[in-house]
């Protein structure tokens, strides 16, 4: 397919800046991706820290992979704070991997990959096993139906290293937000958490591999062992929320 045929094919968001943050949008009518412009690497949406929650479970993955970049902020936040870790993100849109540099994204290096993909075909691959999946993969038209099928989550759990976890941004407000969960309840075999960021309209599901979601323990919420104290202020209240659904569901 000739490349401009390529890139007329995904729809072109565009960037609204206002002197305290720079937002990446598809429509005006929603947000894919706040950065503050003097805290780049800040998580500036809710959700975003209701995503990292997985540190709870696994402060110290050594492979992150993660479908849709948006405006980077999750990708930048696991860079800058998870030093420990090697980063991949699937990109499916040209013209979102063309803004990396206006969202301050890290260039590619030994540990750190952004590449262009389709998510469902990448976690088909085995030899992409990692040990936390992020899929964030919204585009224009909301979710695509090739990241929330049955195939799709099924894969997602074969990807996963023995132990691992997948977190998943996905939108109460959708109309077959049931059958989404139902469907990942099916692949992890019940191993399921489903945690509400109360900002906007997200619920992110935390699905584990083994026994990925036995691992945060009950009592106080801690900061988890090597995590930069910057990272862990933003991620304390969302610690505290994720050990409060953990309690819930195991009563």
Not at 128 to 144: E, I, K, Q, T
Not at 205 to 217: E, I, P, W, Y
């Amino acid at each position: 397919m000739p490349q401009s045929q390529d890139l007329n094919r995904h729809v072109k968001p565009f960037v609204d800046e206002n002197p305290v943050s720079k937002a990446l949008h598809f429509s005006m009518f929603e947000v894919q991706s706040r950065m503050q412009r003097l805290d780049p690497h800040a998580l500036a949406l809710e959700y975003t820290r209701t995503m990292m929650g997985f540190l709870l479970f696994n402060p110290a993955p050594r492979k992150i992979a993660m479908i849709g970049l948006g405006g980077g902020s999750l990708a930048k936040f696991c860079y800058r704070y998870l030093r420990q870790s090697r980063i991949q993100v699937v990109e499916i849109n040209p013209h979102v991997i063309a803004l990396r540099d206006a969202f301050q994204v890290p260039a590619d290096d030994e540990r750190f990959t952004v590449m262009r993909g389709d998510g469902a075909q990448f976690v088909r691959d085995r030899s992409n096993r990692c040990d936390v999946l992020m899929v964030d993969g919204f585009d224009a038209d909301g979710l695509p139906s090739r990241l929330c099928s049955q195939r799709f989550y099924d894969n997602c759990r074969n990807t996963l290293q023995p132990g691992g976890l997948m977190v998943v941004n996905l939108h109460f407000a959708h109309p077959r937000y049931a059958i989404h969960v139902d469907r990942i309840r099916r692949s992890f075999n019940d191993a399921l958490l489903l945690v509400e960021d109360g900002e906007q309209n997200n619920s992110i599901a935390f699905a584990g591999s083994g026994n990925a979601l036995d691992r945060c323990r009950r009592g106080i919420v801690r900061r988890p062992k090597n995590l930069d104290r910057i990272a862990a202020d933003q991620l304390l209240a969302t610690f505290a929320l994720i050990a409060s659904a953990l309690k819930d569901q195991r009563r």
